[in-house]
């Protein structure tokens, strides 16, 4: 850094004012640190933390930190399970959270809204309107828009029925490493056709640009019916899911699973009698009510062929909410009263049974822990296995944290790679760099490097995620 800590302060505070640039160490270390389970070591630590309020400051704390080649880190919420909100080196975080505004637009069939703002806050705000917002994560009342479109990730919703978020993203404004202010996409509701800038800006997880602005199109929010089916085994949710692809079934909204330990716990969290199995919940969508209940209807005959325990539509709202929340409740479960390290695989569909077979099978005999148990819940629709090592205490080192995360990432990724997956919902940089290269081969990688390069010749932003650093 070609500059002292007193002096990028005072720097930093011209640019953003005083009750928004921080240098303190309380603040450092709460930016420090995000979902991992290791600790904050030292390089993890922010040299100081700006939270500016539009594009021109974004633009100025960038000018001013590639001239100085001190490196950025965007941060929205930190709730990425791969790593990519934590800094990998000291550098300057820049806080999205001031940046919230939002304008709907009816008439012109599209909303734009700052980076900062809650998905929660954002679907409340486009209700009004009949609006849906097509993410669906698990952080929802604290992730941002601007993370998710940094990912592209729609989270819990089946792809195959709602696509990915940057389908919808008709332009953005975002700020280049050296400052530089670009305005990408359309005004129209049709998307250009060719190349153009925001289909590769959107899922650029923060590497290329920093986004300041999100033009969205306006989608109509669609009627809902909800199914549940109990199964004798997780198995036969895997083999349902194969058979909806492989007969070209009309795929749910959602389609999430809990296997049979995950079911027990989420639903005596909300105060529902244990289930008999492992559980399936799907939601179907159509543009009108009684489209609706005529897909549930046909879906919830095919469900039937699997021969499940029981299997119904959930007409009741208050049972629903309950039913649903299990999903949720289960995971607290897991990340609250232990050590929890997860996985993302998204094997081709015809391979889910045999992929969902090998992931329980090397969590549950890891070189870095023994005794830990497996649990695997996640969007199995989409398709989507998480399959998490569990160990039912906090009490255990640093090294043996890093040790088990890196294991379970490294022989997940290799199920990815071997039954033609990549992940979905999580990104694919930070602990999944290296994946990157085994999955698509060293030109590929060579290839984003260049790509960072051309964007960001300092290797100003978000610096460590790429080359996989810790």
């Known amino acids: ?43 993890h ?10 594009s021109r400051e974004v633009s100025a704390i960038l000018t001013y930190a590639s001239a100085k080649k001190i490196p950025v880190h965007t941060h929205g919420s930190g709730t990425s399970l791969v790593g990519l909100g ?9 806080d999205t959270a001031r940046m919230q505004d939002l304008k709907i637009f009816p008439e012109r069939g599209y909303f734009e809204v700052g980076p900062g703002m809650h998905i929660g806050n954002l679907r409340k705000a486009l ?22 479109v940094s990912v592209n990730t729609s989270a819990h919703a089946v792809d195959a029925s709602l696509c990915k978020p940057g389908d919808y993203v008709l332009g953005m404004e975002v700020v280049l490493a050296t400052g530089e202010i670009l305005q990408t996409g359309t005004q129209s509701t049709r998307k250009p056709a060719g190349i153009e800038a925001t289909k590769f800006l959107v899922g650029s997880e923060g590497l290329l640009c920093v986004i300041t602005r999100i033009r969205m199109r306006l989608i109509p929010k669609p009627h809902m019916a909800n199914i549940v089916a109990y199964f004798n085994s997780t198995e036969e949710i895997l083999d349902t899911v194969m058979a909806m692809y492989r007969e070209g ?50 879906f919830l005959e095919f469900v039937k062929k699997a021969n499940p325990i029981e299997a119904r539509i959930v007409s009741d709202a208050a049972e629903w909410d309950k039913i649903w929340s299990s999903r949720a409740e289960a995971g607290n479960y897991v990340y609250r009263l232990g050590s929890t ?58 090294e043996v944290k890093k ?46 490097i260049r790509l960072k390069k051309t964007f960001d010749p300092e290797n100003i932003l978000n610096r460590g995620n790429l080359e996989g650093w810790l």
């Open 1 to 43: 850094m070609d500059v002292g800590l007193k002096q990028l302060t005072r720097d930093l505070v011209n640019i953003v004012g005083q009750d928004n640039a921080f240098s303190d160490r309380p603040t450092a270390l709460a930016y420090a640190k995000d979902t991992m389970p290791w600790d904050v070591e030292p390089h």
């Open 45 to 54: 630590m922010p040299y100081a933390v700006v939270r500016p309020a539009d």
């Open 86 to 94: 934590r800094p990998k080196t000291n550098a300057i975080v820049l």
């Open 127 to 148: 209700a009004p309107h009949n609006a849906l917002l097509p993410i669906f994560p698990g952080s929802e009342p604290i992730a941002t828009i601007g993370g998710s």
């Open 249 to 298: 079934m009309h795929t749910p909204l959602f389609f999430e699973y809990l296997d049979e330990k995950s079911s027990k716990v989420g639903f005596e969290a909300v105060g529902l009698e244990a289930p008999p199995g492992a559980v399936a919940m799907m939601s179907m969508h159509s543009a009108t009510e009684v489209g609706c209940r005529e897909k549930a209807r046909i």
């Open 341 to 398: 390290f997860g996985s993302e695989i998204t094997p081709r569909v015809d391979k889910l049974k045999l992929a969902f077979r090998e992931a329980k099978e090397l969590i549950l005999n890891l070189d870095s822990f023994k005794g830990n148990e497996f649990y695997s819940f996640g969007h199995i629709g989409a398709p989507t296995i998480h399959g998490y090592a569990f160990i039912p205490t906090k009490d255990i080192s640093n």
């Open 403 to 448: 040790a088990v995360t890196l294991e379970v990432r490294e022989k997940t990724e290799a199920l990815n790679v071997k039954y033609g997956g990549c992940g979905g919902e999580w990104g694919l940089t930070a602990q999944r760099a290296g994946f990157l290269e085994k999955k698509y081969g060293p030109v590929y990688t060579q290839t984003l």
